[in-house]
């Protein structure tokens, strides 16, 4: 369920901070089959959601620059050189700290991406439409996100590992092509797949972010520009789910989505507001962190507990298979389709790498802290009440 927590801390921060009057920008360029058994569930369409919400997708915010790495070696980029997520905090708080973030900062890479992608290809091999899929209003929005993301922002941002070619097609025409020089993989850019399905697999397969996109439904009884309709995934990517069955998300508004979290009730009606005024070219980051007692980065089930699951505290726990696992999370909307991107890339540290470092009373006293706070159902959603006394040991050994 990190992707649902998640969602409530970054709504809850953004609230907090929506009065604020700089902030940096991040957005996407607008270029221009799975269904479930979903229905089409009333999300608008583009143009009435700009009519609702006078949001313009012609703006130049909707047109990034991106800061190319013209030298960057993917395989020399240790995750600590780019960056060291330590998130925890003595007491936790459903209410956490944001950052504004930059167009070229949507994707990171380092020397895990290799066999990242690798592992995500069999991920959705052999799990298919469990960890990835759209309903129809989805489909144009993976469409935007897949332009975006091979035609402009890997080739740009990446040149050593991404660029642009013409592939003979027929006798008279050519195909723009995405090499993948990691991977020596070449995916369609223009003329792009007809099928969202193949499109998530692609993305699935070139980047290790997954991402899940929302779009708001269209509320029939309210015609200002401040809509209530409410927000519901459309379609996703996900491979490194930590303790929730992403294809269980599809289709469904926020608040079904988050019914397992504990305390969303006091800022469920925020988070809707806050997500209907998202301007485009308006994009943040945050941290969530998590424990688990496995180093698998796909991890449907087992991460959390849910109301009236019996539980018992674990006898034995191999600390050396134990990760601190952290995601760094952004969030946006697209400027053509409105939706609303939430991404995220999954750090997995183990415990005696932060031992190393000194903190390991520290993250023991953030476990302790779980059932502090403003969502003391924290300690038992999160797992803590399975492996909490044992980590905790470990760590202040």
């Not at 709504?11 to 270029?31: E, G, I, K, N, P």
């Not at 332009?147 to 740009?156: E, F, H, I, R, W």
């Not at 269980?248 to 005024?277: N, T, W």
């Amino acid at each position: 369920m990190a992707f649902l927590l998640a969602l409530v801390l970054i709504a809850s921060a953004l609230v907090a901070l929506a009065t604020l009057a700089t902030r940096r920008r991040l957005c996407f360029s607008s270029q221009p089959s799975l269904t479930s058994d979903h229905a089409n569930s009333g999300a608008t369409t583009p143009s009435q959601r700009e009519k609702k919400k006078g949001r313009s997708s012609e703006s130049p915010e909707s047109k990034p620059n991106i800061e190319a790495l013209p030298d960057f070696d993917w395989r020399s980029t240790a995750p600590t050189k780019v960056t060291k997520l330590r998130p925890f905090k003595p007491t936790y708080n459903i209410t956490m700290a944001i950052q504004t973030s930059t167009p070229s900062e949507l994707i990171v890479m380092d020397n895990n991406y290799l066999d990242r992608v690798t592992a995500r290809r069999k991920t959705i091999a052999d799990h298919g439409s469990a960890v990835f899929g759209a309903i129809p209003s989805g489909h144009a929005p993976v469409k935007e996100l897949y332009s975006y993301l091979l035609s402009k922002y890997l080739p740009t941002r990446y040149p050593t590992m991404f660029n642009l070619i013409q592939t003979p097609h027929g006798s008279h025409t050519t195909v723009s092509m995405l090499r993948n020089k990691v991977t020596n993989l070449e995916f369609p850019v223009d003329p792009a797949p007809r099928d969202p399905a193949e499109m998530l697999q692609i993305l699935g397969e070139t980047v290790e972010d997954d991402m899940f996109l929302l779009l708001q439904d269209q509320d029939s009884h309210n015609t200002t520009t401040t809509s209530n309709g409410e927000h519901r995934a459309v379609a996703f990517v996900c491979c490194h789910p930590a303790g929730f069955d992403p294809s269980s998300k599809l289709g469904k508004r926020l608040a079904e989505i988050h019914g397992p979290v504990p305390a969303y009730d006091k800022i469920g009606a925020s988070m809707e507001r806050f997500f209907g005024r998202l301007e485009v070219g308006r994009g943040v980051r945050r941290v969530n962190w998590s424990f688990q007692t496995h180093p698998e980065l796909y991890a449907p089930s087992g991460n959390h507990v849910h109301a009236g699951e019996k539980v018992e505290e674990e006898a034995s726990i191999d600390m050396e298979r134990a990760r601190f696992r952290v995601e760094l999370q952004t969030l946006t909307r697209l400027p053509e389709t409105q939706a609303i991107l939430f991404s995220f890339k999954t750090y997995m540290y183990p415990l005696d790498e932060i031992r190393a470092e000194g903190l390991g009373p520290q993250l023991a006293d953030a476990i302790d802290g779980l059932k502090a706070g403003n969502a003391p159902g924290m300690w038992v959603y999160k797992g803590g009440v399975r492996w909490g006394k044992a980590a905790c040991e470990y760590l202040r050994a």
